[in-house]
């Protein structure tokens, strides 16, 4: 048997043994309760996942979900034993996430930050008492994380932000402001980046901390989106103490740490956790086929485009699990964001082809304004992450080797 051989045996052993645990806990967590073409469940399409109002029971299954997976050594296929892991490949995680969406297990977003963002910078420059400490926490969803990235006055420019952390014996006392912080009002710590070092050059005078969401000096104040949501926070630091156990990685390396996070993030926005699930494809294709004859031929051309954006986005995920040369490594996660939020915006548009002006107002008619939602969360995807202008930026210099822009230009 060759290595291919063994691996897609190992692969195929896996999905069985998953597929039989998630029978046996289906009927526990809802599973299978999805909408269908007899307008059954709730009639919401969502771009951007947001926890609304009374989502207090919402969050309390997914934690209960994501421990279950945990205990049964599901919630990290690919992670280390012995924080929680078993050692296999990132396909192995993908299998999971591919076959609970399969068969309709509710979304684990709240916990998208802290798997895909918090969790990997910990894990890679993090010391080995604080990866013991928060890896199997996060993992397990006894903790929901967030990132603490974004300024008022440094968005994008994450080289600027201007929160400050002061050394004081064993510990650091942080003050600053941080928004646009995905799942802050959830959280029980947060990923933060802050300036240790104001006479060092922009880069280098930056730290990673972990701060207790908890703790006195911290305060969240949801910020509410056109969707209706309030998924986004402003955070408010004023100086909070934050143990030195709490740093990820040295004094001064917060940059190199900030670059592993948003790389996953990128990574994970476009793959099976991305918007762009069979749920919604589903969805649209129900949508499109019912009301193609009264959309009228006029968004033929706009369906080529969608199937095409999301072949594309399909193919690329393929090639980054499988074959992405050491050379395109670097940009993967840059190239599938753009793909994604292509696929997305083409969705949104086929969408408001085909419905017209009643995905403009609520006539109680079903999967109609639904959509509404989708369209309007949209935009939001082209700045998450990193904006389509820097991941434009990382493609031209770091994969195909374009000189920078002149200054003042």
Known sequence: MTITQERQTDLTDFRDGLRAFLRRIADDFGAGARLSDEHQGCDRIASV???REGHE????????????????????????????GRGLSAEHDLEVERLMNEMGFPSREALFVGLNIVAPAVRHHGGDELRARVLPALYRGDAIGCQLFSEPGAGSDLAGV???????????????????????????????LVR?????????????????MDSPGVTVRPIRQITGGAAFNEVFLDEVRVPDANRIGGAGEGWRVAATSLGSERSSMSGSTGPVTPHVLDRLHGLTGRLAAEAGPVHH???????????????????????????????????LKMLMVRAVDEIGRLAQSVLGERIYFDSG???????????????????AGGTDEIQLNVIAQRGLGLPRPPKNT
């Open 301 to 335: 051309e706009q369906v080529a485009r969608t199937v095409t954006a999301v072949a594309a986005l399909r193919a690329a995920e393929e090639l980054t699990e499988k074959s992405w040369s050491h050379t395109l490594a670097p940009i993967s996660g840059s190239v």
């Open 196 to 212: 240790t070092d104001p006479d060092a050059p922009k880069h280098a005078g930056l730290t990673m901390f972990i701060i207790d």
């Open 162 to 192: 201007s929160a400050r952390a002061v050394r004081d014996g064993n510990d650091w006392i942080i003050t600053g402001q941080k928004v646009w912080t995905s799942m802050a009002h959830l959280a029980d710590l947060g990923e933060a």
């Open 49 to 51: 996942e947001e926890l």
């Open 365 to 383: 008619e079903w999967d109609t304004y639904a959509w509404s939602e989708f369209v309007l969360g949209a935009p939001a995807l082209h700045i």
């Open 57 to 84: 029971d919402r969050v309390r299954l997914v934690r209960r979900l994501q421990a279950a997976l945990y205990d049964a050594g599901y919630a990290w296929p690919s992670g280390p034993t012995d924080h929680g």
